[in-house]
């Protein structure tokens, strides 16, 4: 061994990669169950059961908070979904239009839909849109006007949805389609769009719960007893009662839809990667 010979050091031993990650994942489960624990602890759930879950409250409840409320809410939900998927198709083809004022305006829309709260466009369709038009009433009533609004917003989403499934079909699709004697615009609509459509079912369900929460902007439409949804319905039996029940109940009465749609939505998104593989 000569001068500049130094000895072999020992390797120093330490935790390995999928240790460090078993580590750092048992930590997280204890603070997690200390948080558990400590809100069981130290919360006051005789004063919580006291305000949120009065049985002679919620059963006066039913059946107007299924048989109104909720169908209301569905109904807003679903008239908006369809207005937003037609205005959004219109505006996704738009936007792929080879007419550049086409694509401007399909782009414009969507940054200004996208960019404003839902809130405040249903205020634009309850106030502004009567004002600018004297005299002239929303087919539906209440009914038309959520669908209005909800569409309004809906749309900007739904169009890039549907401008991305699209674009994701192969371009080799629409060759195809050519060389049969399709016409573009026939091909796009019995072709290109069918095929898209599998693609972006499952952003377009979950859209379908966005839609069904943001249903509860219709109170700033002004609503009468049999047009009310499940948050106003909830909002007005708890200043009633001075309770927090029907709140709870109504919020129940939310996941009983959206806890089901987005499990298909989850479903419909593992087949479509199980599809890709």
Known sequence: ??????????????LTRRQKRTLSRGVQYVVFAAAVIAFAVTADWGRLRNQFAQADIARQMFPDVITLALKNTVLYTLSGFVVGLVLGMV??????SSVGPYRWLAGIYIEIFRGLPALLIFIF????????????????????????????VSAAYMAET??????????????AARSLGFSPAKAMISIIVPQAFRIILPPLTNELVLLFKDSSLVLFLGVTLE???????????????????PILVAGLCYLLVTIPLSFVVRRMENKAQEAIR
């Open 125 to 152: 369709v309850g106030v502004a849109v009567p004002l600018a038009f004297p005299g002239t009433e929303i087919p539906g009533g209440t009914y038309g006007k959520v669908a209005l609004a909800l569409g309004l």
């Open 91 to 96: 505006i996704a083809l738009m936007r792929l």
């Open 162 to 175: 549907i401008r991305a499934g699209i674009q994701a079909v192969p371009k080799g699709q629409m060759e």
């Open 1 to 14: 061994m000569t001068d500049t010979d130094t000895p072999l050091q020992p390797k120093k031993k330490g």
């Open 227 to 245: 047009e009310r949804e499940l948050s106003k319905f909830g909002r007005d039996l708890a200043s009633t009662t001075a309770n927090s029940t």
